[in-house]
């Protein structure tokens, strides 16, 4: 059988318990030559890099023994005595794990209060469309097609369209890195570009590490794949560099920041914390996944410089979209990294979904082509954005309690609101939906709940009155809040209410 591409289960996985199962009940008997690696992939319609790892799994049980020069064979299985000792580690790892899933949907669940009508939402984080001019998809689908509708017949290449990888190239060399078209993936958006990179790490046995607060899509993308993710804890100025391990067990281990007006904080990492991040990864032999996906969006100074630059393509893996600065719906994101890794990424890309909407991609070259449209967009969104942060921290200095406090970012559009210590943003969330304004608490930007007294606050597809208002009926919210006495708050985050 082949395995579930649907499914939430690894490949690996499915193909490893099948095997597994085989040999153990005598379906696959004891010296059984099993296929080559690159036969059983075709068989299976995965890559070999999924299969090799099935197989290392089974051969460490030995169950199977592979034979250099003569090909892999089926072992004796080891009966070995019946253990009725109970597996306490694992047995509380699975129900942490079911534990957290249950908070984190009963959490998820509670952000359709914010779906009420006359609820001013601070919690969308896509693009305004209001900063699109009517007629442009038109006009930019017009342009694609202009060499002829059969270019967007076929699949095309799987990597993504030529001329689009060689636009997004231009967009490194603007900030001085010279980046190939062999060195880019086009992905459905960043979203896919993290469940590729998942994919991989699940494969291979890559050690995840991901800094917190961080948005959501991260850890789902890698929970998904049921990988282990440690937590480092991040400040306004980046990840806590203490918190960093000396010393990194396992190689080729994966780093997820957000460097550039992270998400949801909305600041940027500062220049020293960029450094050493740099050179822990060089030293520990760990690969940078630097989220910049909102780096169009840089409005005050200058936006950090990629880590393309240093620690480079051989340990960076570089995403980037135009969901943030351009169109949600297009679903235009993609990976720049070193060709080895793009090749890797292709492979399970095409098991995934053969390449992206050829058209989508057309009107995206369309867009980054039309340089004069383009750069213009930039300034123009750059502006509207910078004037929405401006109206919304203005709003928090007039009407908020001072014992609360905010980030003000460089751009973008969320800032990180913290209470003082013993007040829940959840409960808040639940008092201010009750007075028609919603955010998204702290406990849904990570993965083990934390961040109790804290929130984002994301205003980039409101209007400047709904932004005021909206804060109003917020502070009058905390205001109410906040003459209450701190109390202790439970895992839900409910305290007390």
């Keep these: 059988m082949k395995p579930d591409k649907t499914s939430t289960t690894p490949l ?82 699975v129900a942490a794990r079911t534990l957290r899933q249950s908070i984190n949907r009963s959490l998820g669940e509670m952000m359709t209060l914010a779906q009420k009508p006359g609820v001013i939402a601070f919690t969308r984080g896509i693009a305004d469309p209001d900063t699109i001019e009517k007629g442009t998809l038109t006009r930019l689908a017009q342009k694609a097609l202009a060499d002829g509708e059969e270019l967007f017949w076929d699949y095309g290449d799987p990597r993504g369209l030529l001329p689009l990888r060689k636009a997004i190239a231009k967009l490194y060399a603007e900030q001085g890195i010279p980046v190939t078209s062999e060195q880019i993936l086009v992905t459905s958006g960043s979203q896919q570009a993290i469940a590729l990179v998942a994919q991989a790490a699940a494969e291979n046995r890559t050690k995840i590490l991901c800094e917190t607060p961080c948005y959501t899509g991260v850890t789902n993308a890698f929970s998904a794949f049921n990988l282990h993710i440690e937590t480092v804890m991040r400040d306004a100025e980046g990840p806590d560099i203490s918190r960093l391990p000396a010393h990194v067990d396992t190689a080729d281990s994966i780093f997820y920041l957000c460097p550039v007006l992270h998400n949801p904080m909305g600041t940027d990492i500062s220049p020293a914390r960029q450094r050493q991040i740099s050179e822990w990864a060089l030293a520990n032999h760990v690969t940078l996944l630097a989220d910049e996906v909102f780096r169009d969006l840089h409005t005050d100074g200058d936006a950090p410089v990629s880590f393309l630059k240093d620690p480079g393509p051989e340990r960076s893996i570089i995403l980037g979209s135009l969901s943030k600065s351009f169109i949600s719906g297009l679903r235009v994101g993609w990976i720049v990294t070193s060709e080895e890794r793009i090749r890797v990424l292709t492979q399970i890309k095409k098991a995934m979904d053969l390449g992206c909407p050829p058209l989508m991609q057309g009107i995206a070259r369309a867009f980054l082509e039309d340089q004069h449209g383009y750069s213009a967009h930039r300034t123009k969104i750059r502006a509207h954005y910078r004037t929405l942060r401006d109206t919304t921290v203005q709003a928090l200095e007039t009407y908020m309690p001072k014992e609360v406090e905010w980030t003000v970012p460089c751009g973008g559009f969320q800032l990180w609101v913290t209470l003082p210590k013993g007040f829940s943003s959840v409960e808040l969330y639940i008092r201010s939906v009750e007075k028609g304004v919603a955010f998204l608490p702290g406990p849904l930007q990570d993965i083990n709940n934390r961040f109790l007294n804290s929130f984002r606050l994301c205003y980039g597809s409101l209007g400047i009155e709904d932004i005021r208002t909206g804060i109003m009926r917020l502070s009058e919210a905390v205001r109410e809040y906040l003459d209450e006495s701190p109390g202790e708050t439970g895992m839900s985050g409910l305290g007390d209410f």
């Excluded at 070999?48 to 003569?70: K, N, P, W, Y």
């Design 12 to 93: 690996y996985i499915q193909i490893r318990e099948e095997l597994r199962d085989s040999i153990l009940s005598g379906t696959l008997k004891t010296g059984e030559r099993l296929p080559t690696v690159n036969a059983f992939a075709s068989e299976k319609d995965v890559t070999a890099a999924t299969i090799r790892r099935a197989l290392q799994d089974l051969m460490e049980e030995g169950l199977i023994t592979s034979h250099v020069g003569r090909g892999t064979f089926v072992g004796t299985p080891e009966k070995k005595p019946i253990d009725n000792t109970p597996q306490f580690p694992a047995e509380a790892s």
